[in-house]
């Protein structure tokens, strides 16, 4: 396969890293024509292409690591290109997406939303790693539109590059990211200045910050230009997921107001719990097995399917697709862990799928 | 000296393991006694004290490292068993030091209460370790009844032990850390709690919980047990620095629904700014000056001298007092950094009192 890297900044460099650690060709593109030649150097790209179209015209894949303000533009761009297939790993999703089907919807089978959940506090391409990914969670976002085929083989080589795939709805992934990113770095940020503004009147304060404080303001840290982009896109999402914080914050402090020590502690031992419970890379997945759902090739089917394993926190370990050669219909066959199987199964039965399980062949 | 610690858990046993690494003799008590048991069996004691009374009689120091809800009782009965200088290491200051004057008047030359700024998610005496404080802020609150050379012995031990002595008054110190240690666990633990709640809702939520979400929700894994203390004795700085908080997020909301992006980026890059100049380890010192300071043999002359040095950031590096020998006066000397001399200099004649510089003997 032929891939494109639009943007060789820190994620796009990275993605070149990796893939060209599998043996993946990979031409470059980047606006700022030194950043391309610094990732070539860096040994992110094979080579440097003289345009977006040039970088895009007969790519398998384009991935498109732009700010997020700019991912619709260079995206249509790459549709219009003929790139069989595009991708983005912008922060938020719904908009982009909208923005992209509007602009092409002839061409929204070939755009497929993205987000690797993976960064780091170095900008650039020379903060760039092959193993960025390696156990980070990479969101993709299909929708009714999505090709399947081209789902399938962009799952497979996120796989190969050891990122763990979780597909949600373009909504759906932008009110999670708001309440797990954007609001947490608000939060941050916020506490920072709160603490700059006392620090004034009190130069002892920040000698008295601990490891908490240091913890709580590490990614206040960020570059603000990133976020600006991101809270503006992302605004609604982010306005809900902020009020359910602040109304949060509102009740923890008429706790301690009313000094409700039971209240209190129960609030503290349920953060404590889920915290001690926080996912540490990839899942545990035991036994395996495989379910085979029978699909019609109707628009759709594959993005719930797969939003649905999202949903559930269902991992889907293995995903391909067999086509039927005597009609519109196919069989979907995915491995999941034997102790998540009947959850799954319950799931697509609701939507109105029968699956059946297969011995692993 | 004879040095006792009472409480030896997880702070407790790291004074006492540092202590004893400085040569010094160690008793311990706790009211667990398998707890100072096993104290003993890690070297963090030398021996255990058959009761508090017994570990207290005769000491010239007094480590007091019991939840902060103990604190007052525990010092006040060591104040009585003979002890010549009781300090403890709660977290919260003001109504602990209230408790012990308002019970022991006229003992309150003998209490000076303490917080080392270190810590660890680990619990109980086999988290102990002999540098925990090594390059940790440990601050001191000495008050107008304060014994000046007992101040100055405990002083000399912590920075023998490698802390960063921080002097200011008892309630300052409750507001500062009600800003930088008690609401960043409330905002935290909430936030952790909003996102355990709507996990139920979607599964997938914490699997895109990168790196940010991780640092903001550490402390949510915190034992509940000391936040409930801390929060109900510091209710009310904990809900001036919360309102603070809670101002400054909505603040921060109504920019992102205005979509105020020069705003944002303000303070966002204020935020970026002070986080990146968040002091790390010990200041930087470079050349130093001695100031002699003239003092009548009054009560307050201490804690007003270096609560002004806490308030302005200026870091004593030594620290004594020469009694003159003809009457109730005395000179203070304090080794600084040249740099902040003339702040401090110029902060001491705002109070009254002349300093003079002289050559480092």
Do not use: C
């Amino acid at each position: 396969v032929r891939i494109a890297v639009v943007g060789t900044g820190l994620v796009g460099g990275s993605i070149g890293l990796a893939l060209r650690g599998l043996g993946h060709d990979v031409v470059g593109f980047d606006g700022d024509s030194n950043r391309a030649a610094r990732a070539k150097e860096l040994g992110a790209i094979d080579s440097v292409a003289a345009s977006l179209e040039a970088a895009a015209r007969n790519a398998d894949l384009v991935f498109v690591a732009v700010p997020v303000s700019a991912i619709a533009g260079v995206a249509t761009a790459a549709l219009d290109a003929g790139a069989r297939l595009v991708t983005d790993v912008g922060s938020v999703k719904g908009p982009v997406v909208a923005e992209v089907v509007h602009a092409r919807p002839d061409a929204a089978a070939r755009f497929l939303g993205g987000h690797p959940m993976a960064g780091s506090e170095q900008d650039g391409v020379d903060g760039a790693r092959a193993d960025l990914f390696v156990g980070a969670t990479w969101v993709l976002t299909p929708t009714a539109a999505t090709d399947q085929a081209a789902f399938a083989e962009l799952r497979a080589l996120l796989r190969a590059m050891h990122a763990e795939v979780v597909s949600v709805t373009p909504a759906d992934h932008d009110e999670l990211v708001a309440l797990v990113s954007h609001v947490p770095q608000i939060a941050s940020s916020t506490l920072m200045d709160v603490a700059v503004t006392r620090e004034a009147e009190h130069q002892a304060l920040l000698r008295l910050a601990a490891g908490g404080f240091r913890d709580m303001t590490r990614i206040a840290a960020s570059h603000p230009g990133i976020w600006l982009d991101i809270l503006t896109s992302n605004r609604d999402a982010v306005l809900a997921a902020l009020d359910a914080y602040l109304d949060a914050l509102h009740g923890a402090r008429e706790l301690v107001a009313a000094g409700d020590r039971d209240a209190l502690e129960k609030l503290l031992a349920r953060a404590r719990k889920g915290r001690r419970n926080l996912p540490v890379g990839a899942p545990v997945v035991g036994e395996l097995v495989e379910l085979h759902v029978p699909v019609l090739d109707r628009p759709g089917v594959l993005a719930e399917v797969t939003t649905l394993a999202g949903r559930l926190g269902v991992n889907i370990e293995d995903f391909s697709i067999a086509h039927s050669a005597e009609g519109p219909a196919g069989v979907l066959k995915m491995v999941v862990a034997r102790s998540q199987a009947d959850a799954f199964e319950q799931g697509l039965h609701e939507l109105g799928y029968l699956a059946s399980r297969a011995e692993l062949s």
